[in-house]
């Protein structure tokens, strides 16, 4: 089993910077992979970004991409996810996620993942 433990996240403006952090704890040697997702009223939880545990292998949406940076620290048992130049289109509650079943590549998709947080919630205000 694993647990995971967001942190981070509030309001801010448009423009500016947020960060989250993913706390792990449990059997976090037997973790593939963590990802971000979000979610805003109305519509599907959707990817943001991921990264393989072991390599640091990194995916990101189109959406984010450029703005937006995932890594892990692997003595911390802990992944962030850095968010600059925000838009109030990121406006969402944010939730980390973890799989220990192993993929080709970064895992994208939801139902991929088996293990998730209680989200972060990130306002961005124009």
């Known amino acids: 089993q694993v647990q995971l433990s967001e942190s981070g996240g509030g309001l801010v403006q448009a423009g500016g910077s947020l960060g989250l952090s993913c706390a792990v704890s449990?059997?976090?040697?037997?973790?593939?992979?963590m990802a971000w997702f979000r979610q805003s009223p109305g519509k599907e939880r959707e990817f943001v970004a991921g990264?393989?545990?072991?390599?640091?292998?990194?995916s990101y949406a189109d959406s984010v991409s450029g703005r937006f940076t995932i890594s892990r620290d692997k003595e911390a048992n802990t992944m962030y996810l850095q968010m600059n130049s925000l838009k109030p289109e990121d406006t969402a509650l944010y939730h980390c996620a973890a799989t220990n079943l192993h993929y080709p590549a970064v895992p994208r998709g939801r139902e991929k993942f088996g293990y998730w947080g209680q989200g972060s919630r990130v306002t961005v205000s124009s």
């Open positions: 990264i393989t545990w072991n390599t640091g292998r990194t």
């Open positions: 449990g059997r976090t040697f037997t973790m593939f992979a």
